[in-house]
């Protein structure tokens, strides 16, 4: 798994767990040294209100998923063998989760 993979696995939500997909966002060094992986999940329903923290996938057919896709900064860790990787977002989406990731955090 790498950061920006788009990984699939029974992952709790803020109203419910299920299958759902979400974002490796945690880093390569973290990666490298863990058994775990620092997710963000997404959501096919748009987020009303939509926050700050919320990021529209733009190219989210080509990460491997079904339909439009938003990006909540609902942060998880997993272990690496509960998740299938099926997509990767791309640099733009990537780069877009990214800075919302860091509005989400101090920093």
Known sequence: MKPGD???GVLEGAAE????????????????????????ILTTRMPRPVCST??????WQLAGLRARSWFR???LTVH???????????ERDWGGVREY???AFAG
């Open 73 to 75: 900064v609902y942060v």
């Open 6 to 8: 788009v990984v699939v």
């Open 54 to 59: 919320d990021y529209a996938l733009r190219d």
């Open 17 to 40: 767990t299920k299958v759902r997909p979400a974002v490796v966002i945690a880093s390569a060094a973290y990666l490298a040294e863990r058994p775990d992986v620092v997710v963000g």
């Open 101 to 103: 990731v860091g509005r």
């Open 80 to 90: 690496r063998s509960e998740l299938t990787v099926i997509g990767r977002l791309s």
